[in-house]
């Protein structure tokens, strides 16, 4: 089937592109865009024109463009287009998505600094490497960073849970301290800890509405308003995010909670209860109704969720699980789970150190976690294959050993009662054969095997390269288990029965990554795997003290998934859990 005129005119535009970026000269590049424009707006399909010898008639082909739209028409090829890909990568001319990026700009990142796709582009300036650039000031960095979430944004329709949240907390912050302004949350996905956010929704308990909006509309985040009234305004902020404000009277604040925090099929079925009882629920009260459905009272307000759920003849339902997944009929029985909370954890059991890919020592590392009031954290650099991350030898792993031993003694003369171990992120390798040999393995504490490459493998083979991993008599965590990066990678095409299966059968916990652009294993996986009797782990793989914050976000995933704290390895103690490793 010959090529279409979208197709066609895609390739020139795409050659103008790599052009810009190699510096050609003008004229050159601006006659490929023109051309690329023709042929989109043509009546006919070019490839009729060709046959019949009249391409030289449409507007703006020379013998050049002639020659080339000959070439892809007989091969489906263009040998000039091939060799211009070679020569300009494709993630080199992706970056000129970017908001603010022009071919001038993308060349010299690209040539100066190696970075060779959008993925390397945020990591480049998410450390600062941008700035150092001419004409490139932090500003730069920080606009080029709105950029690239922007784009996955227009991708994907929706942003990362760890890009929304630092957003919603500076806004809401600044929107509590407004005076009057007696509760101020934010409600929708985000408040359930989807991980993913459309756009988020603020609900404000005022009996000042208006100095709130003022307030709202003026916010620094804010960059354009798409709508404001008496009691609502929405607003874009700086990476194209919707944010809404609504203002409601402070009795109504545990029904408008309720509502607005979803999702639809939970306050579908939490409307149906009501019915059954004769009310009426809506975001602002529960109205008694009669037998020909008017109100047959007055409306009853709730200033807080627990008390409307009760009034419905339930327990209160976490945010976290109002998906209509059973909830509703536990929470009338009362036997919703105790979910797991941040105050249950113990100990983080994935970070980085300088030993490899880190950007603080181990000291620091350890340091971070007391202050979050954990007992210990397991350090656990990348092994030797995974060159890109400085990874460890046998020989260093034994180096590192040293000085885990000396914090371990330094913080037991400062008297804290905080415990160091050693453990490796080992590389589980495309044949399924780890990268540290056993004699290494067996001598840390705890061991986690994580498959970062060669993720695209069949199935049968991929599954078998992680049950091979597991079977290992020393690994003790499956770490991030499907690979995926959100909005950026696709997961692995694991088959997830076999692979939870084996997890049981030779009690290897499997891992929830807090990191936010991963969250992996996710909601689902992590209860499936619950039900067939696994251990989970949730930790950071923070690669900085700051980073073992995140933690928050690997909390919510588990927390959707129904996860209790007892199937959570780092919510033992300590002894309990160095015995069920050594077991």
């Known amino acids: 089937m010959p090529l279409s005129n979208q197709q066609l005119a895609t390739i020139f535009s795409d050659i103008a592109d790599r052009l810009e970026i190699q510096g050609e000269v003008v004229f050159k590049t601006r006659a490929y865009r023109t051309i690329a424009e023709n042929l989109q707006s043509l009546p006919r399909p070019v490839a009729d024109i060709w046959k ?65 796709s959008l993925a390397e582009l945020e990591a480049a300036a998410r450390a600062g490497r941008l700035r150092g650039l001419p004409k490139m000031g932090e500003k730069t960095e920080l606009k080029i960073l709105a950029g690239i979430e922007s784009l996955k944004r227009r991708a994907t329709g929706r942003m990362r849970i760890g890009d929304v949240l630092p957003i919603a907390l500076q806004m809401r912050a600044a929107l509590q301290a407004v005076p009057g302004v007696q509760n101020v949350a934010y409600a929708g996905s985000l408040r359930r800890g ?34 404001s009234g008496e009691t609502k305004t929405s607003v ?42 004769h009310l009426s629920l809506n975001e602002y009260a529960l109205t008694p109704i009669g037998e020909d459905g008017s109100p047959a009272d007055q409306p009853l307000t709730f200033d807080s969720e627990e008390a409307l759920y009760a009034r419905l003849g339930m327990a209160y339902i976490p945010p976290e699980l109002r998906e209509d997944r059973g909830e509703i009929e536990a929470a009338m029985k009362g036997t919703l789970p105790r979910l797991i909370a941040r105050e249950d954890l113990r100990g983080d059991l994935q970070m980085h150190s300088t030993w490899s ?33 400085n990874g460890l030898t046998p020989e260093r792993v034994r180096a590192q050993r040293q000085e885990i031993d000396a914090v371990n003694q330094r913080l037991r003369d400062e008297g804290a009662a905080f ?42 083979r ?22 995926r990066l959100i909005n950026e ?41 619950v039900e067939l009797g696994c251990h989970l782990s949730i930790s950071t793989d923070a690669h900085t003290p700051d980073g073992l914050n995140q933690i928050i976000y690997g909390l919510g995933i588990a927390r959707r998934a129904w996860v209790t704290p007892d199937v959570v390895i780092n919510t033992w103690p300590l002894k309990k859990l160095l015995a069920w490793a050594q077991q």
């Open 52 to 116: 019949e010898g009249k391409l030289d008639e449409v507007p703006g082909i020379g013998k050049a463009i002639h020659d080339k739209i000959d070439e892809l028409l007989r091969t489906g090829k263009l040998e000039f287009y091939e060799r211009l890909r070679a020569d300009v990568p494709d993630g080199v001319v992706a970056m000129l998505q970017v908001s603010g990026l022009g071919p001038k700009r993308v060349k010299e990142i690209w040539s100066t600094l190696g970075v060779m």
């Open 419 to 460: 415990r160091v171990l050693q453990g490796v992120e080992v590389e589980v390798k495309s044949d399924g054969v780890l990268d540290l040999p056993d004699d290494v393995l067996a001598e840390l504490d705890l061991v986690q095997a994580s498959v970062h490459t060669s993720l695209s493998q069949p199935r049968e």
């Open 357 to 389: 890919d880190g950007a603080a020592d181990v000291l620091s590392m350890a340091r971070g976690a007391m202050a979050l009031g954990y007992e210990y954290i397991l350090i656990t650099d990348h092994s030797q294959s995974l060159g890109i991350a």
């Open 194 to 227: 989807r991980e993913t956010i459309g756009d988020v929704d603020f609900v404000a308990a005022t009996r000042e509405p208006a100095a709130l909006m003022e307030a709202f509309r003026s916010l620094p985040q804010v960059e354009s308003v798409l709508g």
């Open 489 to 529: 990678r696709e997961a692995g095409d694991y088959d997830w029965e076999k692979l939870f299966a084996a997890a049981a059968e030779h009690d290897v916990a499997l891992e929830i990554n807090a990191d936010p652009a991963r969250l992996d294993l996710n909601e689902t996986h992590a209860r499936r795997a």
């Open 236 to 277: 874009q902020v700086q990476n194209g995010l919707q944010v809404d404000l609504r203002a409601i009277d402070p009795a109504a604040w545990g029904t408008a909670m309720q509502y607005f925090t979803g999702s639809q099929a939970h306050n579908i079925r939490a409307r149906e209860i009501a019915q059954k009882q």
């Open 462 to 483: 991929i599954t078998e390269r992680a049950l091979s991993a597991m079977r290992n008599p020393h690994v003790d965590i499956l770490g991030h288990p499907s690979g």
